[in-house]
């Protein structure tokens, strides 16, 4: 019987010490009859103990190595959910808002080239600075982490960039930073790389061949 399911996964989200099956079952939306079967699984695995206590039944919850790998992939599901609910949602924000620097590189290549924050689910955010606090209240509402400065461990996450003017383009309905302002910060970053990869989808005839160069210790 496999372990891992729908179910299994609310339990130990959702199950605390000393709780009923029934208080269970209300929280998690299952059937009794379904919790009950599942906890009984769980005790199989050492994850759940069910302890007499007075008519009922409670719950004693072990942390043990199992009960560990079933709250990370909880945690991973939720970062993956998140991320793409905030690729939705971004689109339709009445804010003056758009995605700058390797967020914008990686809108403008199509995903050909992927930044290493990006990659991590760090987004960069530029908003006008009237628009910063609903922003931020609206990144709250949906559990979306974010910082002016210091970034968490926490994912997805953005950072914010306050401005008081800028343009803005959309691709792929995204707002995002102008071409031309895109490639004047990879220009002075020097990030051939992305300017490479810009060159050949928009024939902007920068002459730039990226070449990684690598040394044998």
């Not at 620097?101 to 689910?121: H, M, N």
Request: glycine fraction near 4%; aromatic fraction near 12%.
């Amino acid at each position: 019987m496999k372990i891992v399911n729908e179910i299994t996964v609310e339990i130990i989200k959702k199950a605390e010490d000393g709780e009923s099956i029934y208080s269970l079952a209300s929280k998690t939306g299952f059937a009794y009859s379904a919790v009950y079967k599942w906890v009984c699984e769980l005790e199989k695995y050492g994850v759940i103990n069910l302890i007499r206590k007075g008519n009922k039944n409670v719950i004693k919850i072990n942390k043990n190595l199992i009960y560990n790998k079933f709250k990370e992939l909880d945690n991973a599901i939720s970062v993956i959910e998140k991320d793409n609910a905030f690729w939705e949602f971004i689109k339709s924000l009445k804010l003056k808002i758009r995605f700058v620097r390797g967020t914008a590189a990686v809108i403008w290549t199509r995903g050909s080239f992927i930044t290493g924050d990006f990659y991590d689910r760090i987004y960069f955010l530029e908003v006008e600075d009237k628009d910063s606090d609903d922003l931020k209240k609206i990144l709250e509402k949906r559990g979306i982490s974010y910082s002016e400065d210091i970034i968490s461990n926490k994912r997805p996450f953005v950072i914010i960039i306050k401005k008081q003017a800028f343009e803005i383009e959309r691709k792929n309905g995204l707002p995002v930073m102008p071409l031309r302002e895109l490639v004047k910060w990879s220009k002075e970053l020097r990030l051939d790389n992305i300017l490479e990869q810009l060159d050949e989808l928009y024939n902007l005839k920068l002459n730039i061949k990226y070449a990684e160069v690598s040394t044998n210790a």
